[in-house]
């Protein structure tokens, strides 16, 4: 029922970063707006005492500190677990400046009302963070009211002892539920995101995936870093098909597609790019990595010798310089054509004399 709690890793890393950034405009703006909310209020503490009066609004001011760090975390770091840990201490933080006020107005009568509502404040962090940050977090409040019973004399303490813990107890409740149902979302877009980006037969990355790589220009979007171009043809693949039939050639298909996809980075994309074609984008890679990975590849199919024959790939590598993606890739497949007709089994490179 609760599977979210048995991921591991970079599976659990991806979940917990896509339930922050689906709920991350919630928690900023929800804060944002209770920071205001909470600074606003000292004009009702506005009396003949301006001491006071002015000490209310600096120690309400504080809160903007946490506020303008989970901003700033949020705009240059994105990292669901320094952000969610910021979340939960905006909102201790404004616990605890609710108990300083209390003490600073001498109004023990407003503290269980306030306990209460900033409940609230660690429901609205609960939705960005892990269940296990935010009970943590959440049992807190006990502490702090119990702490607070030390200071300060709070009529009817136990009454209110007794609701903090049902108020924490929902909302640890709430904190699991709110995880488990983005997670069952979760898992369907995934499989939507799956099915629509990628090649049924080799999972690889399909031609959908290669358009939301593109800006309006057709051009790459990741162009900071060098990207080499490499594009694969499986040698003879129509004599495999006519000799052992379809179901063989699918079964080859996935085992090429599984080499070459084991042998790039998470950060590359392997595509189906035809019927046996394979083009293959690697980030941060030189022209020289380009080509030597491209014939670690070729090397790697030709050792296969499992399949019901032998078989070998062609390749063609072009660096991308700019420019529309499409006709990089028209020269990578010059090459990978000059590879064809130079006796297949090689990796070519392009080359601006004639083909």
Not at 115 to 128: D, K, N, Q, R
Not at 281 to 295: P, Q, W
Not at 308 to 325: L, M
Not at 330 to 353: C, P, S, W
Request: glycine share 4%; with cysteine.
């Amino acid at each position: 029922m609760f599977k979210f709690l048995s991921l591991k890793d970079i599976e659990k890393y991806t979940f917990y970063q896509a339930k922050y950034q689906y709920y991350r405009k919630f928690n900023l703006y929800g804060f944002g707006a209770f920071c205001c909310v909470f600074i606003l209020l000292f004009v009702t503490e506005i009396s003949g005492n301006t001491v006071i009066t002015m000490s209310s609004l600096l120690i309400r001011c504080l809160v903007l500190i946490p506020y303008f760090a989970l901003v700033l975390v949020d705009k240059k770091h994105k990292d669901y677990r320094s952000l969610s840990i910021i979340s939960h201490l905006l909102a201790h933080t404004i616990i605890l400046t609710s108990i300083d006020l209390v003490i600073l107005n001498h109004s023990p009568s407003t503290a269980s009302i306030n306990f209460i509502f900033m409940g609230y404040l660690l429901l609205i962090a609960s939705f960005c963070s892990p269940p296990s940050y935010s009970i943590i977090s959440q049992w807190f409040l006990i502490a702090e009211i119990y702490a607070a019973s030390r200071i300060i004399s709070i009529s009817n303490f136990y009454l209110l002892f007794i609701y903090a813990f049902q108020v924490v107890a929902m909302l640890n409740i709430i904190s699991v539920f709110v995880t488990k149902l983005f997670y069952d979302n979760y898992l369907k877009s995934k499989k939507l995101d799956f099915i629509t980006y990628h090649d049924n037969l080799t999972e690889c990355f399909n031609r959908n995936m290669l358009r939301k790589l593109l800006n309006k220009d057709d051009k790459f979007v990741f162009t900071k870093s060098p990207v080499s171009i490499l594009l694969f043809d499986i040698d003879y693949f129509k004599r495999v098909n006519d000799t052992y039939g379809h179901d063989q050639g699918d079964v080859i298909l996935k085992r090429v597609a599984k080499v070459i996809t084991e042998s790039i980075s998470v950060k590359s994309y392997c595509f189906r790019w035809g019927g046996e074609e394979f083009l293959v984008l690697l980030e941060n890679s030189t022209f020289e990595n380009g080509v030597k990975t491209a014939e670690s590849i070729r090397e790697k199919i030709a050792a296969v010798d499992d399949l019901i024959c032998r078989i070998t790939i062609s390749a063609g590598v072009k660096q991308y310089e700019g420019g529309e993606y499409l006709q990089c890739i028209k020269m990578a497949d010059q090459a990978l054509y000059k590879a064809k007709t130079n006796g297949r089994n090689q990796v070519q490179i392009f080359t601006h004399e004639p083909s």
